[in-house]
Nanobody
Framework: QVSLVESGGGLVQAGGSLRLSCAASGRTVSVYRMAWFRQPPGKERDIVASIIWSEGRTTYTDSVKGRFTISRDNAKNTVYLQMNSLKPEDTAVYYC?????????????????WGQGTQVTVSS
């Protein structure tokens, strides 16, 4: 079992920055990939970025490339999402997720473990 706790959300003006953190605990040795998803009001939950825990290889959805950076601190069992040049359309609840296997990584159903979510609101 892996537990995930997000922090760092909040209200920011367009063009501003936020850094989200996701602290993992429990059987973290079993984690293969971690990801950030987001879910705007009334919409589906979509992947934002992911990182392979052991080697650090990353993926990003097109709309955040060049603005967001996912990283991890193995010693702290923590994944980060640095969000710069934020836009109103980035407003959503952001969720941290973890999976223990390789393969499909861009759908919510691929992930076994989830955090509680943190709200990010970008005002225009």
């Amino acid at each position: 079992q892996v537990s995930l706790v997000e922090s760092g959300g909040g209200l920011v003006q367009a063009g501003g920055s936020l850094r989200l953190s996701c602290a993992a605990s429990g059987r973290t040795v079993s984690v293969y990939r971690m990801a950030w998803f987001r879910q705007p009001p009334g919409k589906e939950r979509d992947i934002v970025a992911s990182i392979i825990w052991s080697e650090g290889r990353t993926t990003y959805t097109d709309s955040v490339k060049g603005r967001f950076t996912i990283s991890r601190d193995n010693a702290k069992n923590t994944v980060y999402l640095q969000m710069n040049s934020l836009k109103p359309e980035d407003t959503a609840v952001y969720y941290c997720a973890a999976k223990g296997t390789s393969g499909i990584y861009n759908t919510p159903r691929s992930y076994a473990y989830w955090g509680q979510g943190t709200q990010v609101t970008v005002s225009s």
